[in-house]
């Protein structure tokens, strides 16, 4: 499980940094690498077992009727890219520690890479094709964080608004083309997947498949035409640019593209598709990056060059292909990472990243000079250095690269693209670091602290050992992590520095000079390019985004303009389409069940709905008298339950009406006695012509199933209620046992529904709302607000009530009752309390706040179905057994009933919460005090006597 725990360390540990910060800024860093540390240090502890050949797996069964597991597995490739996550990510928390201000929130900031960090090791290391999307979808939304961690600046937000659409919209694509290859494959396990690729690329679903997989992993590794938001996001500060550059977010794209190269790899649409992609994206952000003067943009755009780098190597589909993507993919992280840490430098201690206003930063701070020159150097893919080697990888394979028929198209392209490359490193390198020293910038510049340049430094090690010694160093691990790429043993391959005259060479000596003579010719270049006609990508992005927010709020407003008989006419009208298509166009023959034998109860309870239906469209009008017919109709289907033996439907069915009529009558105290006027004639025949076809179809619809005979699901609840649920009665064993999820999601509905009463009620205790009620109330009302009989009613059928309403919860699992009915027994029998002697009187007798009960309910429901993990039993698991007690007897106890009891506890607290808030309401409107007694009139003789007796 220890490979488990490296994906959930950084997610538990993003709780530390805020809570540690106040022990001060280094405590807070102290802890966040700490946590980094320990995670890597897990990772490590596999190392020996990935390098012989294994693949550690770990792995909770999560709903496995989904094909939704919590699996991870750590083959080459995966071990690789998380350790590059978390190693340069412990660097990153070492240098952030010292670039952030004393103004920055290290803590939110801490919290939010480890949240980020965690997803991206949840992407590289997951098993499972479900919960590497969910991952997925994280590194968006934890990148939009970090990107906009400095939220007060329009540039941040506009940043990580572009990144969260262009990744979000791509996450979305990646969803389907996921969800296609596993359904190909037959399984969600990648593990499994991976080794069924002829199966994938044989499906019909391959070629939508791959559309929609390149869609996601192309906007998230900023390929070509979605490369513009990568520059964009280098306003988030240095720290979150250098990890999201070199070692995270973007890189995730060519990871997936390398995770799946064994499933969607070596077809000719691959190769027609992604490789011309990354050669397009390679040499776009490198002609781009060399007229950027600001140094995160120019880095930024080399960026974009590089992964396009990678990508066009994985495109090419061929095993040496794919092991030089893997090997620049470490060669990258290495010398980007380095490069943005340089520029953060300068930009902390000189004030600027404006190339135009430095150079000769050397001489000022020779020990970031000298590291930053190496990373460049590296860039530009200069022997001796780690970047020349997969450079050189590259242009070999480019080289012997022919693109429909034409050979001459890659060799040439990744030339000019190289020849940029080249130009773009020396402008960084002369344009910041060489040259004479000047004496005009923002601030004075200097080496800055320790805790600065030496992740510089750690960074640019590998960089300058792996350029002279390729092989020993980067070998083994270059091979395993190509091995799990390809699928299989990596063909024979040299990591060396010479390799004899090769077409790579000569294309490289070619990029060098055309290089110097790009930066030479800058100026020139520059006035060219400036002539030249152009657009700007983030400009088409925001005028496409704003013609969609347009449009959609157009849409919007012609379809959602408030008017609930229109929405109810649009839906009506579509089921009575859909219904009679069906209808028309299938055969249908009569039933086979015979009717039931009319009687008179059943016929005189039918005219008795009709009637009432009918009188409450004629008089809808008349709140009141609406809302008694209501009632007659709820009574009558309550009737229906009970003659087709339902009685629990029939005691909620009862209940439910008592309730909703009592609230009703209250909130019908603060409204007028009747409604607005209606339509016009046309629109109410319109209406009553569109009810009627529903109503006849739907009564076709039940008539037909009732007249047919066939197996339902009850049948399997029928058998199983009391061998698997411990109850006889069905409908209880069902709510609290079987579908525990649909009532626990149904009850935590509720008590929002009932914090949405409170805070929709709340305004109307203020200012003019109240003064819109008061004029809608009659000026004289019953004198007599709590009446003698219904106060000593109400006092002696509390006790009895709630008597009743323990005994219909206790007898719930085997005979009518239950949770639900309980609590609403218990609501009516409180509620009327309240009406009889006055919100007041008893809300000071009340001792728990309604809203308690409701999160108290809630609290008690889950955890009664977490405590099933302790036996190991999936979630709301129940269980039960037989007792024996004196006096009590033989009896049974079920789990379920903590389950029912939580329902009881929200259906109380919903219903006292929405009479609560109406009862405010009513109190603001009419601030008459109320009397302290439950009374009208004071008992003078009794208060005399008590007085006596005192």
Known sequence: MTLLLVVLIPFLGALIPPLVIRAGRDTCALATGGVTALSLALLLSHAPAVFSGAVPKAGVTWVPAMGLSLSV??????????????????????????????????????????????????????????????????????????????????????????????????????????????????????????SRGEMVRASPLYLPALALVLVGAFTKSAQFPFHFWLPHAMVAPTPVSAYLHSATM?????????????????????????????????????????????????????????LGLMTMLLGLGTPLAALAAVFHILNHATFKCALFMSAGIVDHEAGTRDIRRLGGL??????????????????????????????????????????????????????????????????????????????????????????????????????????????????????LTAGAVIGGPVPEHHLALWHGVTPALVMSLIAFAAGAALFRAFRQAQALRARLPRFEAKDLFEQVTGGLVLACRRTLGLLHDGALPRYLGVILATLVAVGGYGFWSATHGPGTRPPLPVSVPAVTAFLA??????????????????????????????????????????????????????????????????????????????????????????????????????????????AQSKPGGGGTNVVNVILVDFRGYDTFAEIIVLGIAALAIYALLDPQLKGAAVRRIKALLPDEEAKDAHPLILVVAT?????LSLAVGAYIFLRGHNEPGG????????????????????????????KVDSQTLIGAGVAVAGLTGIAAFAFGRPFLTSTFGYFDWPIVGHFELASAMGFDLGVFLTVVGVMLLSLAQLSRVARRIDPTPESASPMDVPLEGAASGAGREG
């Open 362 to 479: 050397l001489v000022l701070m020779p020990v970031t000079g000298t590291l930053a020159l190496l990373a460049a150097a590296s860039m530009a893919g200069v022997p001796l250095f780690n970047g020349f080697l997969s450079k050189e990888m590259m242009l070999e394979h480019a080289a012997h690269t022919s693109y429909l028929g034409l050979d001459f198209l890659f060799p040439v392209l990744a030339t000019l693209a190289a020849a940029f490359s080249v130009a773009y490193s020396v402008r960084f390198a002369f344009g910041t670091f060489l040259g004479p020293a000047r004496s005009d910038y923002p601030h004075p510049p200097h080496d800055p602290a320790l805790g600065m340049w030496l992740p510089v430094a750690v960074l640019v090690v590998p960089v300058v050992a792996i350029g002279l010694v390729p092989g020993p160093i980067a070998g083994p691990l270059v091979a």
């Open 73 to 194: 597995f750590a083959d080459g490739l995966g071990f690789f890219f998380a350790a590059m996550i978390l190693a340069i990510g412990l660097l990153v928390i070492v240098y952030a520690r010292f670039y952030l201000s004393r103004e920055d929130p290290m803590g939110r900031f801490f919290a939010y890479l480890l949240l980020f960090q965690g997803a991206m090791v949840g992407v590289v290391l997951s098993d499972n094709v479900i919960l590497l999307l969910v991952f997925w979808e994280l590194t968006s939304l934890t990148s939009f964080l970090l990107i906009g961690f400095w939220r007060k600046r329009a540039d941040a937000r506009q940043g990580a608004r572009m990144a969260l659409v262009v990744t979000g919209g791509g996450g979305l694509a990646l969803i389907g083309g996921l969800l296609l290859v596993a359904e190909a494959a037959g399984t969600y396990q990648l593990s499994e997947i991976l």
């Open 609 to 718: 709905l009709v009637l009432a239906s009918g009188a409450v469209l004629l008089f809808h009008a008349e709140r009141l008298t609406s809302l008694i017919l209501t009632g007659v109709v709820g009574v009558v289907v309550a009737l229906a339950f009970l003659q087709f033996s339902a009685p629990d439907l029939a005691l909620t069915q009862i209940s439910v009406d008592v309730v909703t009529t009592i609230l009703l009558l209250l909130a019908l105290n603060l409204l007028p006695k009747t409604t607005p006027p209606e339509e016009r004639r046309a629109v109410r025949w319109r209406d009553g012509l569109l009810a009627g076809l529903a109503g006849l179809g739907v009564a076709g619809l039940a008539y037909a199933v009732m007249t047919r005979s066939g197996t339902s699901i009850s049948d399997f609840y029928l």
């Open 250 to 306: 973007v890189k995730a794209g060519v990871f997936l593209l390398a995770r799946l190269w064994p499933v969607l790899a070596g077809t000719e649409v691959w190769f027609l598709v992604v490789a011309p992609v990354g050669l397009a994206t390679m040499l776009i952000g490198a002609v781009i990056a060399l007229f950027k003067d600001d140094l995160k943009g120019l880095l930024a755009y080399s960026t974009v060059s590089h």
């Open 795 to 799: 006092r002696v059928l509390l006790p």
């Open 819 to 846: 949770g639900f009915v309980a609590g609403l027994v218990v609501a009516i029998a409180l509620i009327i309390q309240y009406i009889a002697s006055g919100y007041g009187w008893a809300a000071e007798r009340m």
